[in-house]
């Protein structure tokens, strides 16, 4: 049976002929819509005088050895017109809109144009059983509109050879991936899972992803930590890869981290047998080898004649590497002098598992063009610590506005005058003006106001400024300043999320003394997100912390096909002790006087037994009040402070310290940090957590608004918006203790409110019974924990 593969005329071409550098330079938004714009007017002209047919559908088939090549596109335009010798002739039109000179296009200009072109020509040829067919390339000027045309007529021979020529580059390729996948799914059919046995729960886990896959459907998957999701998750859609279920796995995570311990799961697959190609996508600015990055070939060697060599570079990489970090990536770039970040896209797109960052997927101005468009494709997306996505989410699809950046770019605009730049400071104005009247609405006493929606003036402003400021970037050749950027691409940002906007967005203005802006606040991402899901095979949510349920149902768009489990912890519960101290009063109010308390009852709990324990915190603020208080009447201790912005560096630092040597160490940390996620310290090298507070979001304006919206929805607001993603982030801390069955360590809860019934009935049911203890039980309830 034949192996079968789709590409579109354009993306063949564009890979098999590209050459020369990557211009980095300013390539606006405008610029594309403005290209459309230019080809509809084209089209509509010429069907008023022709049988003019635009976008007409033209594919064939390509048989090559085991492999059907389906080469796809759509012409431009296909007429008929008769030539001076009277006989008809059909024309097949290529549009396209440019910015150079029309006097200095030539037939030599722009080959890939020419061979787009015959590709279409040549389909059309076959279908149509034509000896002969015209192309014309239309040439459109983007700002002047005047049009060039080029024409050629081409025998059916001449248009074969051409398409044979572009077919036979690109099975090198096509042929290299179906060998590739016939070696893959024979290593497959043989891989067994990679530990001698299942943990409780792994099998049932794995088979939940499977047949999601199978189906086509959402799963959500409540999986304790500890039980092995990753490779639970990873082994069964390789599986299902292998039966032809899936064509393309995204391993996707909200931290680096935790795309690391994919890339060691895929490892260990790789170790059992399983031929799969892995990569890691990362960054730009983290790929780029530059101290700041510019992609231009003034300034990058590597973006000088990128495209020369980047193909080769592939190929030769393809062939000797089947896992590929981002710093084996870097290696490869410097050996062939390519770009290290397009030269990992290209490798993508020939990799079976890609693991990557959830804004690849997701977000509409990072996502990966190449993989997700408006085609449904049979791509399966595992997403990684799931719970971490409905915060995310809300960030991707909202943006905002501040009226003092485009007062600082009018300043700036002045001192360093250029082409364009008088336009734009007369468009900044302009938007100024808006804010200040919108200012002059809202009550002068309230900091927030929420207003019906983005006023249709300000959106037309937005609009005249960034045709104005797309002249002054061109300027810059890709340099421009990055504040500059920063306002242009908001702005960009703000139009397209104002286009988008439905009933799960608010409105509002945030105005201080020093600052006015205007927020399109998404807070209910599921519509949004579900856009995507609409061109997925499947996507897979796991996390140990994916409950309530009803929360992550609700804001991640489950449909009532979608499968949801829970999954039993594999761990012996004698090995755990849980505790709650409610004694203590810690809402907001009282939190701050109680710190002295705090801090005696952390160093009752870690000195029972001495070893390595994490102390999480709801912010950095109390945290450090505590961590003064604690130094103050305990200094014998030693304490590590997360520091805000702490790298993967520094925390790698501070896990190392954690030592299973017998002394004590105490990780001051934060509730939903670089600590409470993706920490795997096994044995004595972590044997407690304490988690102060239960971990409620900082009450603010946002969650007010959530609040309020999902009082009116569900009637269950103050859940929503704070109490369930605050005790997601207590599971979540709480997961760091017992890593695997040889684990044993404690978990003390301070807080007044783990009394109140509304949160006990958030913690899992394998946690019953849980110790309650005060100052005066305490140290003897752990005493015995450690001498059973």
Not at 134 to 141: A, D, G, S, W
Not at 244 to 257: E, R, S, V
Not at 706 to 717: F, H, K, S, T, W
């Amino acid at each position: 049976m034949s192996a079968e593969h789709i590409v579109s005329v354009r993306q063949m071409v564009e890979f098999v002929l590209r050459s020369g550098d990557i211009d980095g330079g300013f390539s606006s938004v405008r610029r594309a819509q403005e290209g459309t714009r230019l080809h509809q007017k084209l089209q509509r002209q010429a069907m008023k005088d022709s049988d003019y047919r635009k976008e007409v559908y033209l594919s064939t088939e390509v048989q090559k050895e085991q492999v059907r090549l389906t080469v796809e596109g759509r012409a431009d335009g296909i007429f008929t017109r008769t030539t001076e010798d009277g006989e008809p002739i059909v024309v097949i039109d290529e549009i396209k809109s440019v910015t150079e000179e029309l006097d200095e296009i030539t037939e030599e200009t722009h080959p890939l144009h020419w061979a787009q072109a015959s590709c279409y020509a040549y389909m059309y040829a076959l279908q149509e059983d034509l000896p002969r067919v015209e192309v014309r390339l239309t040439y459109i000027h983007a700002e002047t509109e005047s049009v060039r045309f080029l024409y050629h007529v081409f025998s059916l021979a001449e248009l074969e050879a051409i398409f044979q020529r572009l077919t036979d580059l690109y099975f090198v390729w096509v042929l290299r991936q179906n060998e590739w996948e016939q070696l893959r799914d024979r290593s497959l059919s043989e891989v067994a899972f990679p530990f001698p046995v299942y943990r409780p729960g792994q099998r049932a886990m794995a088979a939940y992803v499977f047949n999601a896959i199978r189906d086509g459907v959402k799963a959500f998957l409540q999986a304790p930590t500890g039980i092995g999701k990753t490779i639970s998750a990873l082994f069964p859609a390789i599986k299902a890869m292998e039966a032809g279920l899936t064509d393309k796995i995204f391993y996707i995570t909200a931290k680096h981290t935790t795309g690391l311990a994919a890339m060691d799961a895929a490892a260990r697959l790789q170790e059992n047998g399983a031929r799969i190609k892995v990569i890691e996508i990362s960054s730009k600015d983290s790929m780029c080898p530059l101290e700041k990055r510019s992609c231009h070939p003034a300034d990058c060697p590597m973006a000088r004649g990128h495209f020369d060599r980047v193909n080769r570079a592939a190929l030769e990489i393809l062939s000797r590497e089947d896992r590929l970090t981002s710093d084996q990536i870097r290696v490869w770039a410097e050996q062939y002098q390519v770009c290290p970040f397009e030269l990992s896209l290209d490798l993508s797109t020939w990799a079976d598992v890609v693991i990557c960052d959830y804004n690849y997927v997701f977000d509409p101005s990072a996502s990966l063009k190449r993989f997700f468009s408006e085609r449904r494709t049979n791509y399966t997306v595992l997403v990684d610590e799931a719970h971490n996505l409905v915060d995310r989410a809300r960030d991707m699809y909202s943006e905002t506005l501040e009226k003092e950046a485009f007062l600082k770019l009018k300043k700036a605009l002045k001192e360093r005058p250029m082409v364009g730049s008088a336009a734009a400071m007369k468009a900044c104005d302009r938007v100024n003006k808006i804010f200040l009247r919108i200012k002059k609405e809202c009550p002068e006493e309230s900091r927030y106001s929420t207003i019906s929606g983005p006023p249709d003036d300000l959106i037309l402003a937005l609009r005249r400024f960034n045709e104005s400021m797309e002249l002054v970037l061109q300027n810059w050749h890709g340099n421009a300043p990055d504040d500059w950027l920063d306002v242009y691409f908001a702005s960009l940002s703000f139009i397209r999320v104002a286009e988008q906007m439905d009933e799960h967005y608010i409105t509002y203005v945030d105005q201080t003394n020093k600052s006015t802006s205007i927020k399109l606040f998404c807070y209910h991402p599921a519509g949004v997100l579900s856009q995507v899901y609409q061109i997925l095979g499947s996507v897979i949510f796991f996390s140990a912390t994916l409950m309530p349920a009803p929360y992550y149902k609700e804001f991640l768009g489950a449909a009532e096909e979608d499968l949801m489990a829970g999954l039993p912890s594999p761990f012996d519960p004698s090995r755990r002790l849980i505790m709650i101290d409610d004694s203590i009063q810690l809402t907001y109010q009282y939190r701050h006087a109680n710190v002295s308390q705090v801090a005696r009852r952390i160093h009752e709990a870690v000195h029972v037994r001495e070893g390595s324990y994490f102390i999480f915190f709801p912010s950095f603020a109390y945290m450090r009040k505590v961590v003064e208080q604690y130094r103050a009447d305990y200094p014998e201790d030693q304490v590590i402070e997360q520091e805000t912005g702490m790298n993967d560096e520094a925390r790698r630092a501070v896990l190392q310290q954690m030592q299973d040597d017998g002394a004590l160490r105490l990780v001051f940390a934060v509730l939903g940090g670089v600590f409470s996620e993706s920490v795997d310290l096994v044995g004595d090298r972590l044997i407690g957590a304490v988690i102060v507070t239960v971990g409620l979001p900082q009450i603010g304006f946002e969650r007010d608004q959530i609040r309020a919206q999902m009082d009116e929805r569900l009637g269950e607001g103050f859940a929503y918006a704070y109490s369930y993603p605050g005790m997601g982030k207590v599971l979540q801390a709480a997961g760091r203790v017992i890593r695997t069955e040889e684990d044993k360590g404690l978990i003390l809860l301070i807080d007044e409110r783990y009394r109140s019934p509304s949160y006990q009935k958030l913690l899992p049911e394998d946690w019953f019974p849980i110790r309650r203890v005060d100052e005066t039980t305490m140290a003897d309830v752990i005493k015995r924990f450690w001498s059973e």
